[in-house]
Nanobody, 116 residues
């Protein structure tokens, strides 16, 4: 059974930066397209970014394009997301998971709050 542990969130001012990490255990992630998702209070979970197994292709939601960068280190079984120029509307709980119809069990997520 795969376990996902997200970390790196926090409170940051608008325009600030954070780097999220997602450590997986129980399965090697190297063969999977991985993704970051987020869920704001009262809203559905949305896909933020994806990265192919070797990291050669990434895709982003329009709302974060040019500000966020997803990456991975398969040797560490970890996925990252560098978030720059953060906006209040980026406030949400961020999760990582495999990008497919049948997801792994969701981790606890990491809270990102952008506020002055």
């Amino acid at each position: 059974q795969v376990q996902l542990v997200e970390s790196g969130g926090g409170l940051v001012q608008p325009g600030g930066s954070l780097r999220l990490s997602c450590a997986a255990s129980g399965s090697r992630i190297a063969t999977y397209t991985m993704a970051w998702y987020r869920q704001a209070p009262g809203k559905q979970r949305e896909l933020v970014a994806t990265i192919t197994p070797a990291g050669s292709t990434t895709n982003y939601a329009d709302s974060v394009k040019g500000r966020f960068r997803i990456s991975r280190d398969n040797t560490k079984n970890t996925v990252y997301m560098q978030m720059n120029s953060l906006k209040p509307e980026d406030t949400a709980t961020y999760y990582c998971n495999v990008n497919r119809a049948s997801s792994w069990d969701w981790g606890q997520g990491t809270q990102v709050t952008v506020s002055s």
